[in-house]
Structure formats: structure tokens, C-alpha cells
């Protein structure tokens, strides 16, 4: 069984409210709680061989969905902290993105271009593992749009319950407040831990 994280570190966090916070807190327990029943409603479909049902199709389709939402969320709460940090164009990811985007002026610009793209979703900073190459890209769903064998670097979300309840549709100051709380020495280590 999956726990949810506790991120109440969080809270205080400048530009974002505690309200918002704590609702995307309880928001991420529900895809904690919603992952647990499909793991435990597939293996008792499973368990009564009722594998060619049309239950056990949709809730084995729906994992996807609500899996990624537990982790997509993980990822994004344990990529920020209060004052944030500066990118280092000397560290390795930072070197890994003046080498591919130029400077980290250019990587951000263009991070920034993905997020405020029309729609809902993710914005996340990939690393290709076979490539070594880097993206940033937009994910539409949870579990639709995303670079098999890649390893999510940075992640953002942009569905309008990480900002509404702040900025009303103004998703161009979330952004950023976003930026402004990167907590950069965690995308370095997700970036080491592959590279």
C-alpha cells in the first residue's frame, strides 16, 4: 500500500497560500487512496479469474491515471521549498542545460513558454536516459505524454487547482511563483541519480 508524503514544510511558502496548499494536499491523498483501491480492486478481480471483465479492463486502464497523479504530485511538492534555489550553471544539471539550450536564460524562457500554453496539465523537464538529450514538454493527463525511458527532472503542474484559488486564471504570476520556489538541488539530484 501507498502513503501519502506529508508536505506541510510547504505551507508559508510565498505565493502560494496555505488554503491552496492544503487543498492540493488533500487533492494529491485522493490519488493516494484512488491508487490503493485499483491495486487491491485488480488483484480481487484478478483472484475471482474475472480478468476479461469489463471492470477489471477499466479499473486496470484508470491505474495509469490515478498512479501518475500520486507521483506527478510527489514530484512537483518535493521539487519546491520556501525562497527556492538558484540553478548553478556549474552544477551538472546546469551544465546539461547551457550545453543543450545554450544558457539556463534560454532553458527557463522556454519552460516558461510550455506552462503557459493553453490547456491543463504538467509541464515537466525530462532527461532522455538514451539518448542524454532534454526536454521540456507538456503532458495533457497524468498517464498520456510521456517520453518513455525518460526521467522527469523538474515538474509543474499547471491544472488550474494548483493555482486558481490564488491567482483566479492569472497562470502567468503562478508561473512565476512557481519558478521563484524551485528547489533546484533536488532536480540536480534526480539528474545525478541517472546521469
Not at 508536505?7 to 497560500?17: I, K, V
Not at 521539487?79 to 532553458?107: C, H, R, T, Y
Not at 526521467?151 to 499547471?158: F, N, Q, S
Amino acid at each position: 500500500m501507498y502513503e501519502a508524503k506529508k508536505f506541510d514544510h510547504l505551507l508559508g511558502l510565498e505565493g502560494f497560500s496555505d488554503k491552496l496548499l492544503t487543498n492540493h494536499f488533500t487533492l494529491y491523498e485522493g490519488y493516494v487512496a484512488n491508487t490503493n483501491k485499483a491495486v487491491d480492486a485488480i488483484a480481487g478481480l484478478l483472484a475471482e479469474d474475472k480478468s476479461g471483465t469489463p471492470e477489471f479492463a477499466e479499473i486496470t486502464r484508470r491505474f495509469g491515471w490515478e498512479f501518475n497523479g500520486m507521483r506527478l504530485h510527489e514530484l512537483y511538492f518535493e521539487n519546491m521549498m520556501k525562497g527556492g534555489s538558484v540553478l548553478d550553471a556549474n552544477s551538472p544539471l546546469g551544465q546539461k542545460i547551457v550545453e543543450q539550450f545554450g544558457s539556463i536564460e534560454n532553458w527557463e524562457k522556454h519552460f516558461r513558454a510550455v506552462a503557459a500554453m493553453r490547456g491543463i496539465g504538467w509541464v515537466v523537464l525530462y532527461l532522455d536516459n538514451e539518448s542524454g538529450k532534454m526536454y521540456n514538454m507538456w503532458i495533457n493527463e497524468h498517464d498520456g505524454g510521456h517520453l518513455s525511458g525518460a526521467t522527469p527532472l523538474l515538474v509543474m503542474d499547471v491544472f488550474e487547482h494548483a493555482y486558481i484559488t490564488d491567482y483566479e486564471i492569472k497562470r502567468a504570476a503562478y508561473i512565476d511563483a512557481f519558478m521563484k520556489n524551485i528547489c533546484f538541488h533536488v532536480a540536480n539530484a534526480r539528474f545525478s541519480l541517472v546521469n
